[in-house]
């Protein structure tokens, strides 16, 4: 291989994290015999049709898998749906799924172990890159799951996007105020999602907005989600997860890999305390308790008589 077939295959493997198309192969100087030396040989690895893996290139990656699988589909192709979830770390997806990838409506093309979807216009929204993926925009990628979640997991993805950055629930009310709801598979649904989001906060993990189901499914009166409490002005000691303000009642979701921590449940027990001595009441929920519903109906008569 010359210097200057060398050149051009890595420049565009460095790019692609460590991939190249067989039209940048035959591009690069390449002849299709030697491309297929090269397979045969075990420098190149087809890791999807018309796609190689250099050997010398980085190891494989969910991002590199789900690369292949655009670069395969060809110029306008990204990462959807459940990929773009992977890609935007959304809570409640995992990497054991076939990499799933959106394309122009007019392209017939099939790709074995991948899941197509086809758009008329493909993202009008624009796109963007996510760990060198083109991929769909966080909004897209919410609209597009909600034609294939469920209620639950679909608001579990919802607060975990807006987690850190409540603004989300404003730009997706916008958003999705621009979608016309004419062929959208399960309309509405993430809509009322974002409405009862709307002005506040997103829950702290996976665990609290399955405990914020339970409460509503309950029909206990809507809480304030990261409610901070002061004793010095601008100063909060204490976030209390769920916090019915005027009874003075706080809920806190204890995930025990963190709040089992001794220094944290130390400092959990001092912030405690201290709601206590302000006239709070505490109560403390644990992951294992999501499947037992004792302590919602022994937590409901707190509110009684005014539910």
């Known amino acids: 291989m010359g210097d200057d077939t060398r050149s051009k295959l890595d420049a565009f493997a460095r790019a692609q994290m460590g991939l190249v198309t067989r039209a940048q192969a035959l591009a690069s100087g390449l002849s299709s015999n030697a491309i297929d030396r090269r397979l045969s040989s075990g420098e190149f690895e087809r890791v999807s049709p018309r796609v190689y ?3 010398s290139g980085p190891a494989h990656s969910t991002e590199q898998r789900l690369l292949a699988a655009c ?3 060809g110029p306008g192709a990204v990462a959807s749906h459940r990929s773009a979830a992977l890609l935007w770390r959304l809570d409640g997806f995992k990497d054991d799924r076939a990499p799933e990838i959106s394309v122009p409506h007019d392209r017939q093309i099939v790709i074995r ?41 679909l608001e579990i993805a919802l607060d975990s996007a807006a987690r850190g950055r409540p603004e989300l ?6 958003f999705l105020s621009s979608i016309p709801t004419r ?6 649904r993430l809509d009322v999602l974002v409405a ?10 996976a665990f609290e907005t399955k405990l914020l189901q339970m409460i509503r499914i309950a029909g206990i009166e809507a809480p304030t989600l990261q409610y901070p409490v002061f004793k010095e002005p601008e100063r909060p000691f204490a976030h209390i997860d769920f916090a019915w303000v005027k009874r003075k009642i706080a809920l806190f979701a204890d ?6 921590a001794r220094r944290r ?43």
Request: aromatic fraction near 8%; charge should be positive; charged fraction near 20%.
């Open 53 to 55: 893996r250099l050997r």
């Open 71 to 73: 670069l395969s589909a």
């Open 113 to 153: 172990g991948v899941t197509i979807h086809r758009r008329k216009v493909l993202t009008p929204e624009g796109y963007c890159k996510r760990s060198g993926v083109p991929v769909t925009t966080l909004h897209r990628t919410l609209l597009d799951l909600e034609a294939s979640l469920k209620e639950a997991p």
């Open 169 to 174: 629930f404003l730009e997706m009310s916008q």
């Open 183 to 188: 062929g959208r598979l399960n309309a509405g």
């Open 196 to 205: 009862l989001r709307f002005g506040g906060e997103a829950t702290g993990s």
């Open 255 to 260: 995930g025990a890999s963190y709040h089992l």
């Open 265 to 307: 449940a130390h400092l959990d027990a001092t912030q405690r305390l201290e709601l206590v001595k302000l006239g709070w009441r505490n109560v403390v929920v644990f992951p294992k308790m999501l499947n037992d519903n004792t302590w919602i109906s022994s937590f409901a008569p707190l509110f009684w008589p005014a539910m």
